[in-house]
C-alpha cells in the first residue's frame, strides 16, 4: 500500500495523517523519493490503533453510472484530503479524541452570504452508539456542537448552502458527514437535505435516525469531478 507526499510549499512542515489496515503483527513503514535528488526529513511518526468499527464494512457507492453498495471498505487504506468543522472555529489535535485537526468551513463555502453561523451548543451531545449513532471518537464534542444556518435575510427560502471542495480527478473519496440536532426545540421540526451533484440525495430527519444523538452518514464516493456537498 502507498501513498505519495508532494509538499507544495517545502519551507512549511507537512503534517500527513494516514489510515491503514494491519493484518499482522507488524508494521512496516518505508520512505522512497519521488525524484532521484530528493531528500527529507521526518521529524516524528505517530502510530496507534483506532477503535474497531472505525471504517465500516460496507457504505454508499456513488457514481455518475448510479448508486450500489461498496464491501471492503475497511480494508483499504485512506488519506485525509479535507476535514471541515461546519460553523465552528479550528479544531486542534489537542482537542479531538484521535489527535485529528478541524479546520473552518467558511473558506469552502461557494457564496458565503447564504449561511451563517449557529449559535452554539453550550450542552454535551447525547452520544447512542449502541443504537447506530456516533462515538466520541468519530468526532469531538466540539464539531456536533456548531452548525451553519440558512441567511433568509440574503434571499428567499428557496436555495441551498453549498460547500465547494477541490479534489484529484478518477478517485475514490470516503465522505463522511456528521450531523447532530443543536436547532430544533421539538422532535423533526428541523429536516433537511443532502446532495452531491445530481449523483445523490438524502433527507437528513435525525429522529428517524437513531433518537436524540449525534449520528453520521457514510457515503463511498466515486468521483470524477469536484465535489460539492
Known amino acids: 500500500m502507498a501513498f505519495t507526499c508532494i509538499p507544495k510549499d517545502v519551507t512549511s512542515p507537512v503534517i500527513k495523517e494516514f489510515l491503514v489496515p494491519v493484518n499482522?503483527?507488524?508494521?512496516?513503514?518505508?520512505f522512497r523519493p519521488s525524484q532521484e535528488s530528493s531528500s527529507a526529513f521526518v521529524n516524528a511518526i505517530e502510530a496507534f490503533v483506532?477503535?474497531?468499527?472505525?471504517?465500516?464494512?460496507?457504505?454508499?457507492?456513488?457514481?455518475p453510472q448510479g448508486n450500489s453498495t461498496n464491501q471492503g471498505?475497511?480494508?483499504?487504506g485512506l488519506t485525509v484530503i479535507h476535514r471541515i468543522n461546519v460553523g465552528g472555529s479550528e479544531i486542534n489535535p489537542e482537542s479531538d479524541t484521535m489527535r485529528r485537526n478541524w479546520v473552518p468551513d467558511d473558506p469552502y463555502l461557494l457564496l458565503a452570504k447564504l449561511a451563517k453561523n449557529h449559535s452554539v451548543y453550550s450542552d454535551r451531545p447525547n452520544y447512542v452508539p449502541e443504537e447506530g449513532g456516533a462515538t466520541q471518537y468519530d468526532a469531538p464534542d466540539s464539531v456536533y456542537k456548531t452548525a451553519k444556518e440558512m441567511n433568509t435575510s440574503q434571499?428567499?427560502?428557496s436555495f441551498n448552502i453549498t460547500w465547494l471542495f477541490g479534489v484529484n480527478k478518477n478517485a475514490a473519496f470516503f465522505v463522511r458527514l456528521h450531523f447532530c440536532d443543536i436547532v430544533s426545540p421539538s422532535r423533526n421540526e428541523t429536516v433537511f437535505n443532502v446532495y452531491i451533484y445530481s449523483l445523490f440525495g438524502q433527507p437528513i430527519i435525525p429522529y428517524n435516525t437513531v433518537p436524540q444523538s449525534a449520528?453520521?452518514?457514510l457515503?463511498?464516493?466515486w468521483i470524477q469531478m469536484l465535489l460539492v456537498l
Not at 24 to 29: H, K, R, S, W
Open 219 to 221: 457515503i463511498l464516493w
Open 73 to 76: 471498505l475497511s480494508s483499504s
Open 155 to 157: 434571499s428567499n427560502n
Open 50 to 63: 483506532t477503535p474497531q468499527y472505525f471504517i465500516p464494512e460496507s457504505s454508499i457507492h456513488v457514481t
Open 24 to 30: 499482522g503483527p507488524n508494521l512496516e513503514i518505508k
Open 215 to 217: 449520528a453520521f452518514m
